[in-house]
C-alpha cells in the first residue's frame, strides 16, 4: 500500500518561490504505474489539482497556474517535488502530494496527509 | 474546464436517514470518469467511488454511486455517525483535472 508524505516549509514570503517535497513509501517513484500529483486546498477556491509527473519526467500543469509551477521526479530517492515561484497571498493552501494509475483514465487514490503552507511577510 | 457543481451546498439529515448528493458537470464527463471523496476535517480527501458507480477498496456498500454524461448521484443509504463529512465530486477524464465545491452532510 502506498503512503506518502509532504515535507517544505510552512511559511514563505510573498513574490518568492514554494518548495515542497512528497516521500513515497510502499512503492517505488520509478514505476510506471502511477503519475504522481500535487493538490491543494484553500477556503476560497476549493480543491485544485496543481499537476502530474511521470517516472520519465513527463509533467502536465493546471492552465492556471502553469507558468508558476515545476514538479519533478528525485534521482536518489523515492520522492518527487513541486516549485511554485512568485507567490502570493492566493497560493496558502493546504498542499496534498497524492498518487495516480496509469491504466485508462485514474482518479487519487493515494494522498499524504497535507501540509500548511501560508503565504504572509 | 469542466465546471462541477455540486448540490446542495449543505445537506442536514439524522443518523439512520438516505442522503442523497447532485453533481452536474458544464460537459459531459469522458467515459465516466467520475469519482467522489470523503473529507473530514484535517484529513485528507478519502476516494468512494470511481468511475461514476464503482466502490473503492473498503468502502461500505451502503455508498452508491450512479450518473452518466453531466449528472451524477452519490447515495448514502443509512446515515451512520462516521459518515458526516464533507463529499467531493471529481472529473478526471479531461485535463484540468477539475473537482466540485463539495457538500456538507451535518448532523440535524
Known amino acids: 500500500q502506498l503512503q506518502l508524505q509532504e515535507s517544505g516549509p510552512g511559511l514563505v514570503k510573498p513574490s518568492e518561490t514554494l518548495s515542497l517535497t512528497c516521500t513515497v513509501s510502499g512503492g517505488s517513484i520509478r514505476s510506471s504505474s502511477y503519475y504522481w500529483d500535487w493538490v491543494r486546498q484553500s477556503p476560497g477556491k476549493g480543491l485544485e489539482w496543481i499537476g502530474s509527473?511521470?517516472?520519465?519526467?513527463?509533467?502536465w500543469y493546471n492552465p492556471s497556474l502553469k507558468s508558476r509551477v515545476s514538479m519533478s521526479v528525485g534521482t536518489s530517492k523515492n520522492q518527487f517535488s513541486l516549485k511554485v515561484t512568485s507567490v502570493t497571498a492566493a497560493d496558502t493552501a493546504v498542499y496534498y502530494c497524492?498518487?495516480?494509475?496509469?491504466?485508462?483514465?485514474?482518479?487519487?487514490?493515494?494522498w499524504g496527509q497535507g501540509t500548511l503552507v501560508t503565504v504572509s511577510s | 474546464e469542466i465546471v462541477l457543481r455540486q448540490s446542495p451546498g449543505t445537506l442536514s439529515l439524522s443518523p439512520g436517514e438516505r442522503a442523497t448528493l447532485s453533481c452536474r458537470a458544464s460537459?459531459?464527463?469522458?467515459?465516466?470518469?467520475l469519482a467522489w471523496y470523503q473529507q473530514k476535517p484535517g484529513q485528507a480527501p478519502r476516494l468512494l467511488i470511481y468511475g461514476a458507480s464503482s466502490r473503492a477498496t473498503g468502502i461500505p456498500d451502503r455508498f452508491s454511486g450512479s450518473g452518466s454524461g453531466t449528472d451524477f448521484t452519490l447515495t448514502i443509504t443509512r446515515l451512520e455517525p462516521e459518515d458526516f463529512a464533507v463529499y467531493y465530486c471529481?472529473?478526471?477524464?479531461?485535463?484540468?483535472?477539475?473537482f466540485g465545491g463539495g457538500t456538507k452532510v451535518e448532523i440535524k
Open positions: 460537459q459531459s464527463v469522458t467515459s465516466s470518469s
Open positions: 471529481q472529473q478526471y477524464g479531461s485535463s484540468p483535472l477539475t
Open positions: 509527473v511521470y517516472y520519465s519526467g513527463s509533467t
Open positions: 497524492a498518487g495516480r494509475l496509469t491504466v485508462g483514465y485514474s482518479p487519487h487514490y493515494y
